[in-house]
């Protein structure tokens, strides 16, 4: 993945899955391929719960969140930058779900991504 990434880049990705695997977020990775996109996908996982996918390429990593409208009032009070609560708002629903999308090239992009991944684990 190294190779694939700008430096700042990699070196954000290197702190966001140290930060989520420590024992303070306790996710686990699995990537795997997926012959439909054909390509690789880590899904992030609390237990057999899965919190949000991530994917890499060519200058940033995307972080994938998938929430329901009955999450909406509890993404409001997060304590994250209001243009991504407003990019949240006209993102079109997938189903019945929301995507959240996080596009990272840079460390000064996780503490908004640490924020909801936080909340997401913590939903029932």
Known sequence: MKNALEPDAYEALESFMNVITSAAYGLTCDWRYYND?????CKIL?????????SVWNDFFKISFYFTEKHLEGIAALDIAENIKEDFCKAKPIGRLLPMLFNINHKKQLPDVLTVAAFRKNLK
């Open 37 to 41: 996109g054909k390509s690789w996908l």
């Open 46 to 54: 609390h237990k057999k719960k899965t919190v949000m996918w991530l």
